[in-house]
Nanobody
Framework: QVQLVESGGGLVQAGGSLRLSCAASGSIVSISAMGWYRQAPGKQRQLVARITSGGSTTYADSVKGRFTISRDNAKNTVYLQMNSLKSEDTAVYYC????????WGQGTQVTVSS
């Protein structure tokens, strides 16, 4: 089972940017789709963006035009570029396959101050 480690979170002011990384312990080539998810306090985990092995992307309406997901199969890494951040983007961000499988990583905290 591939282990996933998220990084790149932090504290940023509204309007700022962050780039999240998700490093896999093994190959992600065979995983047809990877996704970034987030969970805000008191809310359910939700899908933010996903990318297929062919590079097709899908975004939640709330982040469309601001976030960009990408994957580097050679590095077994998935990225999430987040621009124009808003306070409502504050959450713990996780990566996993889409649909999710196996256990979740520890996530990376993103806090956007207004």
């Amino acid at each position: 089972q591939v282990q996933l480690v998220e990084s790149g979170g932090g504290l940023v002011q509204a309007g700022g940017s962050l780039r999240l990384s998700c490093a896999a312990s093994g190959s992600i080539v065979s995983i047809s789709a990877m996704g970034w998810y987030r969970q805000a306090p008191g809310k359910q985990r939700q899908l933010v963006a996903r990318i297929t092995s062919g590079g097709s992307t899908t975004y939640a309406d709330s982040v469309k035009g601001r976030f960009t997901i990408s994957r580097d199969n050679a590095k077994n890494t998935v990225y999430l570029q987040m621009n124009s951040l808003k306070s409502e983007d504050t959450a713990v961000y996780y990566c996993n396959a889409f649909p999710p499988s196996g256990s979740w990583g520890q996530g990376t905290q993103v806090t956007v101050s207004s």
